[in-house]
C-alpha cells in the first residue's frame, strides 16, 4: 500500500490522471505490471474523487457497481446472473448492500465514496487507484475504507492512493511518494516519511502544528 | 374523417414526432453533461450553413444542406473558442454571442436571397412548414399498404424517419459507454472507453438530428425537444434508462397534441383558422415540462439528503 503525499497543488491527482491517460502527458511512457497501459487496464481499478462526478445522475447504486464490470461485458454484453451476483458481493464487502437499489443522490458522502469503492472491487483489478478515498468521510467510513483496501493488501493486490491527512500515513501505508510538482522523495514510510523529507516538499507551507504532531509521532517511534 | 386525415394529417404528426424523438434522445445525455445550451446553438448557427448552401447549388435538397449544416457547425465551434480566448469570457456566454450572432447573419443572408421559387424564407426557419407536407394522394389508410402509394410520400417523412432511426440506433448500441461517460468521464477513460471521441459524436448525432427536424419543423421545435422532453422525464424517475422512455413518450405527446391543438384549438376558442403547429408543439412541451415540475415524483432533489450526510 502507496501513498501519494504532497501540499495542493502539487500534482497528486495530476500524477494519476496522467497516468491513465484521462488528461495527456507531455513526456514519458507508462508501465504497469511490465506492460503499456494499454494493454494493462483490465488490470487496473480507478477510484476518482467522489466529488468529481453528479451525484443526482439517474442511476442506482447497484447500477454504479455494474459499472465497474463494463470490461467483462463490453459495450452489448448482458450482465449475467453471475455478474449481478458478484456486483451484489462487492456491495457487500463495503457494507452497503441494503443501500443496492436507492437512487446515488440519496447517499451520505461517506457512502458514496464506498460506493465508487465497490465499483473498483466489481473491476477485479490487480492495481488500485485512487484519489483522496477518505476526503469528505467520517471517522466510522475512513475505518471501512481502510479495512476493505488492507484486505486487498492481504490478497495480494496493490493500492495505490492520493493521501493528504500527514497523521495517517504511518498508519496506513508501508510505501510513500512524496511530491511537490517534482518528485521529493519516495520509499518505505519508516526511512522516507520524515520531518526533513517533509519540510523539502512542503517548504512554508507546513503548519506549526501538523510539525509538532508529527515530531511527537517521531517521538513516539 | 379517414381519408382526410390519412391526406392531412398523418404525415405532419409523424413527421413531428420523428423530429420530437430525433433530438429528444440525445437531449437526454445533452442535459445530463451540462451541455443543453449546445442544442440550442446548433439549431441556431446551423441555419446560416443552410441558406449558404442553397445559395451554392440553388436546390434545397438533404445533402448540400447537412453539408452546409456541418461546415456552419465547425466555424461556430472556432469562433467559439476564438471568443473565448480573445474576449476571455466564460464559454456559456462566448456560446451565446457567437450562436445568436450566427443565426441572425443567417435570417439577414436569407432576407437577402430570391428564395421565393422555393420554400426558404424566415418564417420557414422559424416554424418550418409541417402543415403543408401532406399526402394529397392517399386515398384513405389502405395507401399506407400499397408501395405505389408510400412511394408519393413527402420526402421530409422519409428523411427524418432515416435520421430518427439512425439516432435511436446509436442510442442503443453506444447505450453502456454513453451512460458510463456521461456519469463518469474519468472512470470511463480509465477503462479504455474513447470519452473524447464519444462526446464529440454525441454532438454531431444531435447537429444531424437538428437538421433534419430543421428542414421539416423549423428551429423552434428543435429547441424544444432537445431539452423540455428529457428535462421533464428527469423529474418522472431516477433511473436513466426509464428518463429515456419518458422523454419519448413526452416528446411523441408532444408532437400529438401540439398538432392537434394547433388545428383546432382556435375553434373550439371561437377563433378562425389555426396557428402554427410547431409553434404549439413547442408549446405544450413546455407546459409538460411545467406540469413535470409541479407534479413529477422525483422533483425534489437531493440536495437535502446530502447536508445530512456530509
Given at each position: 500500500?502507496s501513498?501519494i503525499?504532497?501540499?495542493?497543488?502539487?500534482?497528486?491527482?495530476?500524477l494519476?490522471?496522467?497516468?491513465l491517460?484521462?488528461?495527456?502527458?507531455?513526456?514519458?511512457?507508462?508501465h504497469?505490471?511490465?506492460?503499456t497501459?494499454r494493454?494493462a487496464?483490465a488490470r487496473?481499478?480507478?477510484?476518482?474523487q467522489?466529488?468529481?462526478?453528479?451525484?443526482d445522475?439517474?442511476?442506482?447504486?447497484?447500477?454504479?457497481?455494474?459499472?465497474?464490470?463494463?470490461?467483462?461485458v463490453?459495450?452489448?454484453?448482458?450482465?449475467?446472473g453471475?455478474a449481478?451476483?458478484?456486483?451484489h458481493?462487492?456491495?457487500?464487502?463495503?457494507?452497503?448492500?441494503?443501500?443496492?437499489?436507492?437512487?446515488?443522490g440519496?447517499?451520505?458522502?461517506g457512502?458514496?465514496?464506498r460506493?465508487f469503492l465497490?465499483r473498483a472491487?466489481?473491476q477485479?483489478?490487480?492495481?488500485?487507484?485512487?484519489?483522496e478515498?477518505f476526503?469528505?468521510?467520517?471517522?466510522?467510513?475512513e475505518?471501512?475504507?481502510i479495512?476493505v483496501?488492507?484486505?486487498?493488501?492481504?490478497?495480494g493486490?496493490?493500492?495505490?492512493?492520493?493521501?493528504?491527512?500527514?497523521a495517517t500515513?504511518?498508519?496506513?501505508?508501508?510505501?510513500?511518494?512524496?511530491?511537490?510538482?517534482?518528485?521529493?522523495?519516495?520509499?518505505p514510510v519508516e526511512?522516507?516519511?520524515?520531518?526533513?523529507n517533509?519540510?523539502?516538499?512542503?517548504?512554508?507551507r507546513?503548519?506549526?502544528?501538523?510539525?509538532?504532531?508529527?515530531?511527537?509521532?517521531d517521538g513516539?517511534? | 374523417?379517414g381519408?382526410?386525415?390519412?391526406?392531412?394529417?398523418?404525415?405532419?404528426?409523424l413527421?413531428?414526432?420523428?423530429?420530437?424523438?430525433?433530438?429528444a434522445?440525445?437531449g437526454?445525455?445533452?442535459?445530463?453533461?451540462?451541455?443543453?445550451?449546445?442544442?440550442?446553438a446548433?439549431?441556431h448557427?446551423?441555419?446560416?450553413?443552410?441558406v449558404?448552401?442553397?445559395?451554392?447549388?440553388?436546390?434545397i435538397?438533404?445533402?448540400?444542406?447537412?453539408?452546409?449544416a456541418?461546415g456552419?457547425?465547425?466555424?461556430?465551434?472556432?469562433?467559439?473558442?476564438?471568443?473565448?480566448?480573445l474576449?476571455?469570457?466564460?464559454?456559456?456566454?462566448a456560446m451565446?454571442?457567437v450562436f445568436?450572432?450566427?443565426f441572425a447573419?443567417?435570417?439577414?443572408?436569407?432576407?437577402?436571397?430570391?428564395?421565393?421559387?422555393?420554400?426558404?424564407?424566415?418564417?420557414?426557419?422559424l416554424?418550418?412548414?409541417?402543415?403543408?407536407?401532406?399526402?394529397?394522394q392517399?386515398?384513405?389508410?389502405?395507401?399506407?399498404?400499397d408501395?405505389?402509394m408510400?412511394a408519393?410520400?413527402?420526402?421530409?417523412l422519409?428523411r427524418?424517419?432515416?435520421?430518427c432511426?439512425?439516432?435511436v440506433?446509436?442510442?442503443?448500441?453506444?447505450?453502456?459507454?454513453?451512460?458510463i461517460?456521461?456519469?463518469?468521464?474519468?472512470?470511463?477513460?480509465?477503462?479504455?472507453?474513447?470519452?473524447a471521441?464519444?462526446?464529440l459524436?454525441l454532438?454531431?448525432?444531435?447537429?444531424?438530428?437538428?437538421?433534419?427536424?430543421?428542414?421539416?419543423?423549423g428551429?423552434?421545435?428543435?429547441?424544444?425537444?432537445?431539452?423540455?422532453?428529457?428535462?421533464?422525464?428527469r423529474?418522472?424517475?431516477?433511473?436513466l434508462?426509464?428518463?429515456?422512455g419518458?422523454?419519448?413518450?413526452?416528446?411523441?405527446?408532444?408532437?400529438?397534441?401540439?398538432?392537434?391543438l394547433?388545428?383546432?384549438?382556435?375553434l373550439?376558442f371561437g377563433?378562425?383558422?389555426?396557428?402554427?403547429?410547431?409553434?404549439?408543439?413547442?408549446?405544450?412541451?413546455?407546459i409538460?415540462?411545467?406540469l413535470?415540475?409541479?407534479?413529477g415524483?422525483?422533483?425534489a432533489?437531493?440536495?437535502?439528503a446530502r447536508?445530512?450526510?456530509?
Amino acid at each position: 500500500m502507496s501513498a501519494i503525499v504532497g501540499p495542493n497543488g502539487a500534482g497528486k491527482s495530476t500524477l494519476l490522471k496522467a497516468a491513465l491517460g484521462i488528461i495527456p502527458r507531455l513526456s514519458g511512457e507508462v508501465h504497469v505490471f511490465g506492460e503499456t497501459i494499454r494493454n494493462a487496464r483490465a488490470r487496473i481499478a480507478y477510484v476518482p474523487q467522489s466529488a468529481s462526478v453528479d451525484w443526482d445522475f439517474p442511476t442506482t447504486v447497484l447500477d454504479v457497481v455494474q459499472m465497474g464490470l463494463y470490461r467483462k461485458v463490453g459495450l452489448l454484453g448482458r450482465l449475467s446472473g453471475q455478474a449481478r451476483v458478484q456486483a451484489h458481493e462487492c456491495l457487500e464487502r463495503v457494507g452497503l448492500e441494503d443501500f443496492a437499489n436507492r437512487q446515488i443522490g440519496q447517499l451520505s458522502g461517506g457512502q458514496q465514496q464506498r460506493v465508487f469503492l465497490a465499483r473498483a472491487l466489481a473491476q477485479d483489478a490487480d492495481l488500485f487507484l485512487l484519489d483522496e478515498p477518505f476526503a469528505g468521510v467520517d471517522a466510522a467510513t475512513e475505518r471501512a475504507i481502510i479495512g476493505v483496501l488492507k484486505l486487498l493488501k492481504d490478497d495480494g493486490k496493490t493500492v495505490v492512493a492520493v493521501h493528504h491527512n500527514l497523521a495517517t500515513v504511518r498508519d496506513y501505508f508501508d510505501h510513500v511518494f512524496l511530491i511537490n510538482v517534482r518528485r521529493i522523495a519516495e520509499g518505505p514510510v519508516e526511512t522516507t516519511f520524515t520531518t526533513d523529507n517533509l519540510h523539502a516538499a512542503y517548504g512554508g507551507r507546513l503548519a506549526a502544528t501538523h510539525l509538532t504532531e508529527l515530531a511527537v509521532i517521531d517521538g513516539a517511534r | 374523417m379517414g381519408t382526410e386525415f390519412v391526406q392531412l394529417s398523418l404525415t405532419p404528426i409523424l413527421i413531428g414526432i420523428l423530429a420530437a424523438v430525433a433530438c429528444a434522445l440525445p437531449g437526454n445525455f445533452l442535459i445530463l453533461r451540462r451541455q443543453a445550451l449546445i442544442g440550442d446553438a446548433i439549431s441556431h448557427v446551423v441555419l446560416p450553413g443552410i441558406v449558404v448552401a442553397f445559395l451554392l447549388t440553388g436546390v434545397i435538397s438533404a445533402i448540400p444542406m447537412l453539408l452546409g449544416a456541418a461546415g456552419a457547425a465547425l466555424v461556430a465551434v472556432g469562433l467559439i473558442e476564438v471568443v473565448k480566448r480573445l474576449g476571455g469570457i466564460e464559454p456559456g456566454a462566448a456560446m451565446g454571442a457567437v450562436f445568436t450572432s450566427m443565426f441572425a447573419a443567417g435570417v439577414l443572408l436569407l432576407e437577402q436571397t430570391d428564395t421565393s421559387s422555393v420554400h426558404l424564407d424566415v418564417e420557414h426557419a422559424l416554424m418550418g412548414n409541417l402543415e403543408s407536407l401532406v399526402w394529397l394522394q392517399a386515398e384513405g389508410w389502405h395507401s399506407l399498404l400499397d408501395p405505389g402509394m408510400l412511394a408519393t410520400l413527402p420526402d421530409e417523412l422519409t428523411r427524418i424517419a432515416t435520421v430518427c432511426a439512425f439516432v435511436v440506433v446509436l442510442t442503443v448500441v453506444f447505450w453502456r459507454w454513453l451512460k458510463i461517460s456521461t456519469f463518469d468521464e474519468g472512470f470511463a477513460q480509465a477503462l479504455g472507453i474513447p470519452a473524447a471521441a464519444l462526446g464529440l459524436g454525441l454532438v454531431v448525432t444531435a447537429a444531424i438530428a437538428a437538421v433534419a427536424a430543421f428542414d421539416a419543423v423549423g428551429s423552434i421545435i428543435v429547441i424544444a425537444m432537445f431539452i423540455c422532453p428529457p428535462a421533464a422525464a428527469r423529474l418522472m424517475t431516477n433511473r436513466l434508462e426509464r428518463q429515456v422512455g419518458w422523454s419519448v413518450t413526452f416528446a411523441t405527446l408532444s408532437a400529438v397534441l401540439g398538432y392537434i391543438l394547433a388545428g383546432y384549438g382556435p375553434l373550439w376558442f371561437g377563433a378562425q383558422g389555426a396557428v402554427s403547429a410547431a409553434g404549439m408543439i413547442a408549446a405544450v412541451s413546455g407546459i409538460i415540462l411545467g406540469l413535470a415540475c409541479l407534479y413529477g415524483p422525483h422533483r425534489a432533489r437531493v440536495g437535502v439528503a446530502r447536508k445530512e450526510g456530509a
